[in-house]
């Protein structure tokens, strides 16, 4: 096991971060603009993310680099600066942990879908080297793939993140019936995975409904386990996404996902500072 994980797993469960999208959309924004993009031209409200979930007690935070590779960028017409905005977005969270947290860079999926040919396995490896090696040269301490539908982008984003001497997060998304949209298990995951250092599931579903998949996780892996849970399913409310889940309420299913094998647990979609100062709680 990577010596730093070592190090963080002698005080688990660790508490990471919650959503980032959210939390930019409340400081400004706008539906259609890249927020990637902010690492660049708002980097005050980026770093105002990035602390206020070390303030709520998080161990490890993340980066606005979740929609940061040369294929997703392309379509900002920002492919050029993909270096300069991982980079940047590294140093952004680095600045705001200072020796609270640990930063582990977010990797997300590239929009496009290899089964279907609209980008190419080479593309795929080339975009993902790119960005984990930009994060890495930022100061990240780690690399967390998340939020990933199809095993085989998975395993080219862990083969990039690999290029670096990072410890390497991979989550899928099991959001149908348990499955990816692919139809793959916990435990296929677990074992297509086991090159990584950590294994893990994020987004899909309310926090409930991740002990299941947490379990299964754990009975297929001897891998720490990382699980960041949304707060519920969204409802529309005057067209805008709400998430309905109170912090109280996320964090009252904590220790029944932990009894189930997490060593690391965070939020995703929905989730905000409050619900990390409560996680933080009952874990502690």
Request: charged share 20%.
């Given at each position: ?12 469960p ?7 999208g959210?939390?930019?959309y409340a400081?400004g924004l ?5 927020p ?9 409200r980026?770093?105002?993310v990035?602390?206020a979930?070390?303030t709520?007690?998080?161990?490890i ?17 920002l ?10 977005g590294a140093?952004i ?9 640990l ?6 999926p590239?929009?496009?879908?290899l089964?279907?040919e ?7 490896l080339?975009?993902?080297t790119?960005?984990?090696q930009a994060?890495?040269?930022g ?5 967390v793939?998340e ?5 085989a982008?998975?395993k ?11 410890p ?12 990816t949209?692919?139809?793959v298990?916990?435990?296929q995951?677990?074992?297509e995975?086991?090159a990584a250092?950590v ?5 899909g579903?309310?926090?409930a409904q ?15 386990v ?5 707060a519920g399913l969204p ?7 709400v998430?309905?889940t ?5 964090a009252?299913?904590?220790?029944a996902v932990i ?5 690391f647990?965070g ?16 874990k502690g």
């Amino acid at each position: 096991m990577h010596a730093l994980l070592e190090t963080l797993l002698a005080h688990s469960p660790v508490i990471t971060d919650g959503a980032w999208g959210t939390q930019l959309y409340a400081r400004g924004l706008k539906v259609g603009e890249c927020p990637d993009e902010w690492n660049l031209s708002h980097p005050d409200r980026v770093e105002q993310v990035a602390r206020a979930y070390v303030t709520a007690g998080s161990r490890i935070i993340l980066t606005n680099t979740f929609g940061a590779n040369r294929v997703r960028l392309s379509e900002f017409r920002l492919a050029d600066r993909t270096a300069e905005i991982n980079r940047r977005g590294a140093a952004i969270s680095k600045l705001a942990a200072g020796k609270k947290a640990l930063v582990f860079a977010s990797i997300g999926p590239s929009g496009k879908m290899l089964m279907t040919e609209e980008v190419s396995e080479n593309e795929l490896l080339a975009a993902y080297t790119e960005q984990a090696q930009a994060l890495a040269e930022g100061g990240a301490d780690g690399l967390v793939i998340e939020t990933m539908a199809e095993l085989a982008e998975a395993k080219l984003a862990l083969a990039g993140a690999r290029t670096t001497k990072l410890p390497v997060v991979v989550c899928m998304v099991f959001d149908t019936g348990g499955h990816t949209m692919m139809g793959v298990s916990p435990a296929q995951a677990a074992q297509e995975l086991a090159a990584a250092d950590v294994i893990g599931a994020n987004c899909g579903n309310g926090i409930a409904q991740y002990i299941e998949i947490c379990r299964q996780l754990r009975a297929a892996t001897k891998l720490p386990v990382w699980i960041k849970a949304n707060a519920g399913l969204p409802e529309m409310v005057n067209d805008k996404p709400v998430w309905k889940t109170t912090p109280e309420e996320f964090a009252s299913h904590a220790p029944a996902v932990i009894a189930a094998g997490a060593n690391f647990i965070g939020g995703c979609c929905g989730t905000t500072p409050a619900h990390i100062a409560a996680l933080a709680q009952v874990k502690g």
